[in-house]
């Protein structure tokens, strides 16, 4: 068994998904007046530790903003799982659903059959951070095989602060 591994420096792909709000969005794209995206891929409703990962991604994501990174949140979810969620969480940044098994597969992430009807109805993906910078380049990306292993979030906010200060001329990693 292989997986196509997502390269680090490697073009985003344009994913496109709805939201909640009833809109399709660009998962790579950030909204104005941001220049970097930070696409969060979340296991999806039936996961308690996603759950708990995204509101505290929600205590941090105005310091993500300052310092220019949009933040999204995604699963393969449908709308009706999804909004079922959301009463569970308390964020603001937007939440969108619907990835297909060949979305998932594009970026490369872990898929994951459910154990059973009371988990969930489909494929889901394992979670994943990929953080896209201006050139739509994916600068920072990090993916799990299961929902135990997760970056802390205030390493990574630190993390790209300093890369994102132009006197630090941080490149890539991991490319060679």
């Given at each position: 068994?292989?997986?196509?591994k997502f390269?680090?420096?490697?073009?985003f792909?344009e994913i496109q998904?709805?939201?909640?709000e009833?809109?399709?969005?660009?998962l790579?794209?950030?909204?104005?007046?941001f220049?970097?995206?930070?696409?969060?891929v979340?296991?999806?409703?039936?996961c308690p530790l996603?759950?708990?990962?995204?509101?505290?991604?929600?205590?941090l994501?105005?310091?993500y903003n300052k310092?220019g990174?949009?933040?999204v949140?995604?699963?393969?979810d449908?709308?009706a799982q999804l909004?079922q969620h959301?009463?569970?969480?308390n964020?603001?940044y937007p939440l969108a659903?619907?990835?297909t098994?060949?979305?998932?597969?594009?970026l490369?992430?872990?898929?994951?059959?459910?154990?059973?009807?009371k988990e969930?109805d489909?494929?889901?993906?394992?979670?994943?951070?990929?953080v896209?910078n201006?050139?739509?380049?994916?600068?920072?990306?990090?993916?799990?095989?299961g929902p135990f292993a997760?970056?802390?979030?205030k390493?990574?906010l630190q993390?790209l602060?300093?890369?994102r200060?132009?006197?630090?001329?941080?490149p890539?990693?991991g490319?060679?």
């Amino acid at each position: 068994m292989t997986q196509q591994k997502f390269l680090a420096g490697a073009t985003f792909p344009e994913i496109q998904v709805p939201t909640l709000e009833e809109e399709t969005i660009t998962l790579g794209k950030p909204n104005t007046p941001f220049d970097w995206k930070m696409v969060v891929v979340y296991r999806g409703q039936h996961c308690p530790l996603c759950t708990r990962y995204l509101n505290e991604l929600e205590t941090l994501a105005a310091e993500y903003n300052k310092i220019g990174v949009d933040v999204v949140a995604v699963s393969a979810d449908s709308k009706a799982q999804l909004e079922q969620h959301k009463t569970k969480l308390n964020v603001s940044y937007p939440l969108a659903y619907g990835l297909t098994v060949e979305q998932m597969q594009q970026l490369g992430l872990y898929l994951s059959v459910p154990r059973s009807e009371k988990e969930t109805d489909h494929v889901f993906a394992e979670p994943a951070i990929f953080v896209i910078n201006a050139e739509g380049k994916v600068q920072v990306l990090d993916m799990s095989n299961g929902p135990f292993a997760r970056p802390d979030l205030k390493v990574l906010l630190q993390g790209l602060s300093f890369i994102r200060n132009p006197e630090n001329n941080y490149p890539i990693r991991g490319t060679y």
